[in-house]
């Protein structure tokens, strides 16, 4: 099972995207380790009711509605807002590259 997700590797071989035709792309893993771990009658867990108070409620309400929203066009966005935009990259006349 894989933990989070691939990260570029620090061994990665520099890229020419402008030149290189082929090359290879190197990423590292984190892998969850196999845990076998025995319990017995003996051992002893604590047990957690959390009851949830209106704070607690209010924030998985907006996390889902920040997660579960529709986009729309603004002129102006705040903290939390996302942007999103296509950058394109121009010569020293202004004409895309």
Known sequence: RTLGE???SE???HINWET????EL????GLAPEIDIKFTKKDKFPFYKILPNDELRKNYIESYQ???GKYVNVEVTDE???VKATLT???????PR
Request: glycine share 4%; no cysteine.
């Open 6 to 8: 691939p990260l570029p």
């Open 11 to 13: 061994t990665q071989a």
């Open 20 to 23: 290189d035709e082929a090359f």
């Open 26 to 29: 190197a990423w590292d893993l």
């Open 66 to 68: 920040n997660r579960n």
């Open 80 to 82: 939390k807002g996302l």
């Open 89 to 95: 990259e121009l010569n020293s006349d202004e004409s």
